[in-house]
Protein backbone atom coordinates (compact mmCIF):
# COMPACT_ATOMS: atom_id res chain seq x y z
CA UNK A 1 0.00 0.00 0.00
CA UNK A 2 3.39 2.43 1.06
CA UNK A 3 4.39 1.77 -2.25
CA UNK A 4 1.19 2.18 -4.51
CA UNK A 5 1.00 5.30 -2.83
CA UNK A 6 4.64 6.49 -3.26
CA UNK A 7 4.09 5.81 -6.94
CA UNK A 8 0.80 7.84 -7.01
CA UNK A 9 2.54 10.72 -5.19
CA UNK A 10 5.24 10.56 -7.27
CA UNK A 11 3.36 10.64 -10.82
CA UNK A 12 1.38 13.58 -8.80
CA UNK A 13 4.77 15.62 -8.54
CA UNK A 14 5.77 14.71 -12.01
CA UNK A 15 2.53 16.02 -13.57
CA UNK A 16 2.77 19.30 -11.27
CA UNK A 17 6.27 19.33 -12.31
CA UNK A 18 5.07 19.51 -15.70
CA UNK A 19 2.43 21.74 -15.23
CA UNK A 20 4.13 24.60 -13.58
CA UNK A 21 7.60 24.69 -15.94
CA UNK A 22 4.55 24.65 -18.97
CA UNK A 23 2.57 26.98 -17.12
CA UNK A 24 6.09 29.04 -16.84
CA UNK A 25 6.80 28.82 -20.45
CA UNK A 26 3.27 29.78 -21.61
CA UNK A 27 3.69 32.74 -19.27
CA UNK A 28 7.32 33.27 -20.76
CA UNK A 29 5.75 32.81 -24.32
CA UNK A 30 2.84 35.31 -24.00
CA UNK A 31 4.86 37.61 -22.02
CA UNK A 32 7.68 37.81 -24.79
CA UNK A 33 5.02 37.91 -27.52
CA UNK A 34 3.32 40.77 -25.21
CA UNK A 35 6.03 42.88 -23.94
CA UNK A 36 9.26 41.98 -25.83
CA UNK A 37 8.51 40.86 -29.53
CA UNK A 38 9.64 43.92 -32.01
CA UNK A 39 6.03 45.51 -32.82
CA UNK A 40 6.68 49.50 -34.38
CA UNK A 41 7.17 48.91 -37.82
CA UNK A 42 10.47 50.76 -39.68
CA UNK A 43 10.89 53.53 -40.06
CA UNK A 44 11.72 55.81 -36.95
CA UNK A 45 8.84 58.36 -36.90
CA UNK A 46 7.63 61.07 -34.77
CA UNK A 47 3.76 60.60 -32.75
CA UNK A 48 1.18 63.02 -31.47
CA UNK A 49 -1.13 62.26 -28.83
CA UNK A 50 -3.00 64.89 -28.38
CA UNK A 51 -4.69 65.70 -25.27
CA UNK A 52 -7.89 63.72 -24.07
CA UNK A 53 -6.49 61.07 -26.37
CA UNK A 54 -7.57 57.32 -25.02
CA UNK A 55 -5.95 54.26 -25.69
CA UNK A 56 -8.88 52.80 -28.16
CA UNK A 57 -8.38 55.97 -30.18
CA UNK A 58 -4.82 55.53 -30.13
CA UNK A 59 -4.85 51.99 -30.70
CA UNK A 60 -6.92 53.19 -34.19
CA UNK A 61 -4.52 55.95 -34.72
CA UNK A 62 -1.56 53.58 -34.66
CA UNK A 63 -3.04 51.22 -36.75
CA UNK A 64 -4.68 53.32 -39.76
CA UNK A 65 -0.96 55.46 -39.86
CA UNK A 66 1.18 52.28 -39.72
CA UNK A 67 3.21 52.83 -36.86
CA UNK A 68 2.48 49.18 -34.96
CA UNK A 69 2.55 45.67 -36.63
CA UNK A 70 -0.29 43.83 -34.00
CA UNK A 71 -2.18 46.43 -32.29
CA UNK A 72 -4.17 43.03 -30.01
CA UNK A 73 -0.58 42.85 -28.23
CA UNK A 74 -0.38 46.76 -27.61
CA UNK A 75 -3.56 47.02 -26.41
CA UNK A 76 -2.92 43.57 -24.15
CA UNK A 77 0.37 45.29 -22.85
CA UNK A 78 -0.98 48.95 -22.61
CA UNK A 79 -3.91 46.73 -20.11
CA UNK A 80 -1.02 45.26 -17.94
CA UNK A 81 0.66 47.97 -17.67
CA UNK A 82 -1.58 49.89 -16.72
CA UNK A 83 -1.15 53.25 -19.31
CA UNK A 84 -3.53 56.13 -20.12
CA UNK A 85 -2.49 57.95 -23.26
CA UNK A 86 -5.26 60.73 -21.72
CA UNK A 87 -2.58 60.84 -18.82
CA UNK A 88 0.78 61.99 -20.88
CA UNK A 89 -0.11 63.83 -24.46
CA UNK A 90 2.81 64.73 -25.78
CA UNK A 91 5.17 64.42 -29.29
CA UNK A 92 6.85 61.28 -29.00
CA UNK A 93 10.15 59.48 -31.59
CA UNK A 94 9.12 56.11 -31.61
CA UNK A 95 11.99 54.19 -33.23
CA UNK A 96 11.28 51.24 -35.70
CA UNK A 97 11.15 47.54 -34.01
CA UNK A 98 10.87 48.94 -30.59
CA UNK A 99 9.11 46.28 -28.33
CA UNK A 100 5.83 47.58 -26.80
CA UNK A 101 7.37 47.07 -23.22
CA UNK A 102 9.95 50.01 -24.61
CA UNK A 103 7.24 51.95 -26.16
CA UNK A 104 4.42 52.28 -23.31
CA UNK A 105 7.26 53.02 -21.04
CA UNK A 106 8.73 55.75 -22.95
CA UNK A 107 4.24 57.31 -23.25
CA UNK A 108 3.48 56.09 -19.78
CA UNK A 109 6.65 58.37 -18.32
CA UNK A 110 6.09 61.01 -20.28
CA UNK A 111 9.68 61.07 -22.52
CA UNK A 112 8.75 63.69 -25.12
CA UNK A 113 10.80 64.55 -28.18
CA UNK A 114 10.92 68.65 -28.25
CA UNK A 115 9.74 70.35 -31.45
CA UNK A 116 11.03 72.71 -33.66
CA UNK A 117 8.95 75.94 -33.17
CA UNK A 118 10.28 78.27 -36.55
CA UNK A 119 8.33 81.35 -37.31
CA UNK A 120 10.44 83.95 -39.50
CA UNK A 121 7.55 86.64 -40.58
CA UNK A 122 4.03 87.05 -39.38
CA UNK A 123 1.76 89.81 -40.88
CA UNK A 124 -0.26 90.11 -37.74
CA UNK A 125 -0.99 88.62 -33.96
CA UNK A 126 -3.86 86.63 -35.99
CA UNK A 127 -1.00 85.29 -38.22
CA UNK A 128 1.73 84.42 -35.66
CA UNK A 129 -0.75 82.57 -33.57
CA UNK A 130 -1.71 80.18 -36.65
CA UNK A 131 2.43 79.34 -36.66
CA UNK A 132 2.41 78.92 -33.17
CA UNK A 133 -0.41 76.09 -32.85
CA UNK A 134 0.75 74.70 -36.21
CA UNK A 135 3.52 73.24 -34.00
CA UNK A 136 2.22 73.05 -30.48
CA UNK A 137 -1.01 71.34 -29.03
CA UNK A 138 -2.06 75.35 -28.03
CA UNK A 139 -5.12 76.50 -29.04
CA UNK A 140 -5.76 79.74 -31.19
CA UNK A 141 -7.92 80.48 -28.01
CA UNK A 142 -5.39 80.31 -25.52
CA UNK A 143 -3.14 82.22 -27.07
CA UNK A 144 -5.36 84.91 -28.45
CA UNK A 145 -6.43 85.55 -24.74
CA UNK A 146 -3.25 85.86 -23.14
CA UNK A 147 -1.68 87.84 -26.38
CA UNK A 148 -4.74 90.07 -25.34
CA UNK A 149 -4.45 90.06 -21.54
CA UNK A 150 -3.50 93.63 -20.12
CA UNK A 151 -1.89 92.34 -16.83
CA UNK A 152 0.23 89.73 -17.46
CA UNK A 153 1.63 91.06 -21.08
CA UNK A 154 2.46 94.52 -18.39
CA UNK A 155 4.52 91.92 -16.12
CA UNK A 156 6.77 91.39 -19.32
CA UNK A 157 6.68 95.34 -19.81
CA UNK A 158 4.31 95.22 -23.18
CA UNK A 159 1.50 95.64 -24.28
CA UNK A 160 -1.38 93.85 -26.22
CA UNK A 161 -1.07 96.39 -29.57
CA UNK A 162 2.91 95.69 -29.52
CA UNK A 163 3.29 92.30 -27.93
CA UNK A 164 4.64 91.09 -31.47
CA UNK A 165 7.50 92.67 -30.94
CA UNK A 166 8.89 90.11 -28.09
CA UNK A 167 8.85 87.04 -30.62
CA UNK A 168 12.57 86.99 -31.95
CA UNK A 169 12.32 85.52 -35.71
CA UNK A 170 14.36 81.81 -35.20
CA UNK A 171 14.16 78.11 -34.41
CA UNK A 172 13.03 77.68 -30.87
CA UNK A 173 13.05 74.00 -29.27
CA UNK A 174 9.70 73.69 -27.24
CA UNK A 175 7.58 70.20 -25.79
CA UNK A 176 4.19 69.72 -27.30
CA UNK A 177 2.89 70.21 -24.72
CA UNK A 178 3.51 73.66 -23.67
CA UNK A 179 1.32 76.05 -21.86
CA UNK A 180 0.98 79.63 -23.88
CA UNK A 181 2.30 81.17 -20.34
CA UNK A 182 5.37 78.63 -20.84
CA UNK A 183 5.72 79.74 -24.15
CA UNK A 184 5.31 83.50 -23.76
CA UNK A 185 8.18 83.50 -20.84
CA UNK A 186 10.63 80.96 -23.21
CA UNK A 187 10.29 84.04 -25.66
CA UNK A 188 10.63 86.59 -23.40
CA UNK A 189 14.02 85.06 -22.14
CA UNK A 190 15.01 84.64 -26.21
CA UNK A 191 13.74 88.42 -26.31
CA UNK A 192 16.21 89.27 -23.63
CA UNK A 193 18.72 87.66 -25.01
CA UNK A 194 18.50 88.64 -28.24
CA UNK A 195 19.26 92.40 -27.00
CA UNK A 196 22.31 92.61 -25.52
CA UNK A 197 24.08 94.86 -24.41
CA UNK A 198 25.56 95.81 -28.00
CA UNK A 199 22.44 96.36 -29.36
CA UNK A 200 20.96 98.30 -26.85
CA UNK A 201 23.60 100.37 -26.63
CA UNK A 202 22.68 101.13 -30.73
CA UNK A 203 19.19 101.52 -29.62
CA UNK A 204 20.19 104.06 -26.77
CA UNK A 205 22.35 106.27 -29.77
CA UNK A 206 19.25 106.71 -32.27
CA UNK A 207 17.16 107.68 -28.56
CA UNK A 208 14.73 104.32 -29.11
CA UNK A 209 13.59 101.44 -26.87
CA UNK A 210 14.03 98.21 -28.46
CA UNK A 211 10.04 97.99 -28.78
CA UNK A 212 10.10 101.19 -31.09
CA UNK A 213 13.52 99.70 -33.03
CA UNK A 214 11.32 96.82 -33.75
CA UNK A 215 8.16 98.85 -34.29
CA UNK A 216 9.99 100.79 -37.15
CA UNK A 217 11.88 97.41 -38.37
CA UNK A 218 8.34 96.64 -39.36
CA UNK A 219 7.61 99.46 -41.37
CA UNK A 220 10.87 99.41 -43.09
CA UNK A 221 10.24 95.93 -43.91
CA UNK A 222 7.05 96.83 -45.51
CA UNK A 223 8.74 99.24 -48.03
CA UNK A 224 11.43 97.17 -48.87
CA UNK A 225 13.08 93.54 -48.73
CA UNK A 226 16.53 95.29 -49.79
CA UNK A 227 19.03 94.71 -46.88
CA UNK A 228 21.23 97.77 -48.11
CA UNK A 229 18.07 100.01 -49.11
CA UNK A 230 16.56 98.76 -45.31
CA UNK A 231 19.06 101.21 -43.97
CA UNK A 232 18.60 103.86 -46.25
CA UNK A 233 15.20 103.92 -45.47
CA UNK A 234 15.27 103.34 -41.41
CA UNK A 235 17.57 106.89 -42.05
CA UNK A 236 15.12 108.57 -44.12
CA UNK A 237 12.43 107.79 -41.45
CA UNK A 238 14.98 108.24 -38.52
CA UNK A 239 15.56 112.04 -39.97
CA UNK A 240 11.63 112.48 -39.99
CA UNK A 241 11.42 111.81 -36.03
CA UNK A 242 13.84 113.76 -35.22
CA UNK A 243 12.47 117.19 -37.26
CA UNK A 244 8.81 115.49 -35.95
CA UNK A 245 7.64 114.89 -39.29
CA UNK A 246 5.04 111.87 -39.78
CA UNK A 247 6.31 109.18 -41.13
CA UNK A 248 4.13 108.73 -44.01
CA UNK A 249 4.61 105.28 -44.69
CA UNK A 250 2.43 104.13 -46.97
CA UNK A 251 2.95 100.78 -45.47
CA UNK A 252 1.02 101.29 -42.50
CA UNK A 253 -2.14 102.53 -44.49
CA UNK A 254 -1.89 99.21 -46.68
CA UNK A 255 -1.50 97.78 -42.93
CA UNK A 256 -5.05 99.26 -42.18
CA UNK A 257 -6.55 98.76 -45.57
CA UNK A 258 -5.80 95.14 -45.13
CA UNK A 259 -8.17 94.61 -42.32
CA UNK A 260 -10.86 94.83 -44.77
CA UNK A 261 -9.46 93.72 -48.09
CA UNK A 262 -6.65 90.64 -48.34
CA UNK A 263 -4.46 92.01 -50.84
CA UNK A 264 -3.78 95.98 -51.01
CA UNK A 265 -1.31 96.93 -54.00
CA UNK A 266 -2.07 101.10 -54.42
CA UNK A 267 -2.88 103.34 -51.84
CA UNK A 268 -4.76 106.45 -52.96
CA UNK A 269 -4.61 109.97 -51.47
CA UNK A 270 -8.58 109.23 -49.83
CA UNK A 271 -6.47 106.57 -47.84
CA UNK A 272 -4.21 109.02 -46.32
CA UNK A 273 -7.41 110.72 -44.32
CA UNK A 274 -8.50 106.98 -42.84
CA UNK A 275 -8.63 107.52 -38.54
CA UNK A 276 -6.41 105.07 -36.98
CA UNK A 277 -3.26 105.33 -34.98
CA UNK A 278 -1.56 103.08 -37.54
CA UNK A 279 -2.12 106.30 -40.10
CA UNK A 280 1.46 107.66 -40.44
CA UNK A 281 0.12 110.17 -42.94
CA UNK A 282 -1.36 112.18 -39.51
CA UNK A 283 -0.36 110.72 -36.36
CA UNK A 284 3.30 111.75 -35.69
CA UNK A 285 5.55 109.38 -34.16
CA UNK A 286 5.42 106.11 -34.10
CA UNK A 287 2.59 103.48 -34.22
CA UNK A 288 1.24 101.66 -31.23
CA UNK A 289 2.59 98.48 -32.37
CA UNK A 290 4.50 96.95 -35.33
CA UNK A 291 2.70 96.19 -38.70
CA UNK A 292 4.51 92.85 -39.27
CA UNK A 293 6.50 90.84 -37.31
CA UNK A 294 10.30 92.19 -38.28
CA UNK A 295 12.85 90.21 -39.16
CA UNK A 296 16.15 90.09 -37.45
CA UNK A 297 17.61 91.74 -40.47
CA UNK A 298 15.23 95.02 -40.45
CA UNK A 299 15.78 94.92 -36.49
CA UNK A 300 19.75 95.29 -37.58
CA UNK A 301 18.94 97.30 -40.57
CA UNK A 302 17.77 100.29 -38.11
CA UNK A 303 19.90 99.73 -35.45
CA UNK A 304 22.88 100.02 -38.21
CA UNK A 305 21.15 102.68 -40.58
CA UNK A 306 22.84 104.62 -43.20
CA UNK A 307 23.43 108.31 -42.04
CA UNK A 308 22.50 110.85 -45.01
CA UNK A 309 20.08 113.87 -45.38
CA UNK A 310 17.01 112.53 -47.23
CA UNK A 311 13.77 112.69 -45.87
CA UNK A 312 11.67 110.93 -49.13
CA UNK A 313 11.70 107.99 -51.11
CA UNK A 314 9.71 106.89 -53.62
CA UNK A 315 9.61 103.14 -55.20
CA UNK A 316 11.21 103.43 -58.98
CA UNK A 317 8.27 102.86 -62.28
CA UNK A 318 10.33 99.57 -62.83
CA UNK A 319 8.85 97.81 -60.00
CA UNK A 320 12.49 96.29 -58.89
CA UNK A 321 11.44 96.99 -55.39
CA UNK A 322 14.19 99.71 -54.67
CA UNK A 323 13.67 103.63 -54.37
CA UNK A 324 14.39 106.58 -55.20
CA UNK A 325 15.72 109.01 -52.37
CA UNK A 326 14.90 113.07 -51.96
CA UNK A 327 16.11 115.80 -49.85
CA UNK A 328 13.26 117.96 -50.67
CA UNK A 329 9.53 117.53 -51.50
CA UNK A 330 9.49 119.18 -55.28
CA UNK A 331 12.10 116.55 -56.11
CA UNK A 332 10.33 113.91 -54.29
CA UNK A 333 7.10 114.34 -56.20
CA UNK A 334 9.30 113.74 -59.43
CA UNK A 335 9.78 110.37 -58.61
CA UNK A 336 6.74 109.74 -57.12
CA UNK A 337 5.01 110.76 -60.51
CA UNK A 338 6.87 108.29 -62.59
CA UNK A 339 5.61 105.36 -60.52
CA UNK A 340 2.15 106.38 -60.40
CA UNK A 341 2.15 106.91 -64.28
CA UNK A 342 3.45 102.81 -64.14
CA UNK A 343 0.78 101.80 -62.20
CA UNK A 344 -1.91 103.63 -64.34
CA UNK A 345 -0.41 102.33 -67.36
CA UNK A 346 -1.00 98.34 -65.55
CA UNK A 347 -4.21 99.91 -64.36
CA UNK A 348 -3.40 99.04 -60.92
CA UNK A 349 -6.49 100.54 -58.79
CA UNK A 350 -6.21 98.94 -55.63
Known amino acids: MANLFSI ?5 LKKAIQWIFG ?5 SITSYILLALPNIAPPNRLLIIPRGCRLYQLKEKLKNEGYIKNTTTFLWAAYLLSYHPENKPGHY ?3 GNMNNWQVIRMLRSGMQHPVKLTFSSAANKASLIDQLV ?3 GLTREALWVLLN ?3 KL ?3 GFTPENVLTMFIPDTYEVYWTISAEQ ?3 KMHRAYQRFWHATRLNKAKKIALSPVAVSILASIVQGETNDPQEAAMIAGVYLNRLKRNMPLQSCATLIYVLREDQSCVRRVWQQDTYIDSPYNSYHKRGLPPGPIGLPSVAMIDAVLNYISHDYLFFSAKEDFSGLHYFARNYTEHLKNADKYRKALDRLKIMR
Open 8 to 12: YRSCF
Open 183 to 185: LLS
Open 93 to 95: RLM
Open 149 to 151: DVD
Open 154 to 156: SAY
Open 23 to 27: AILAI
Open 134 to 136: SYT
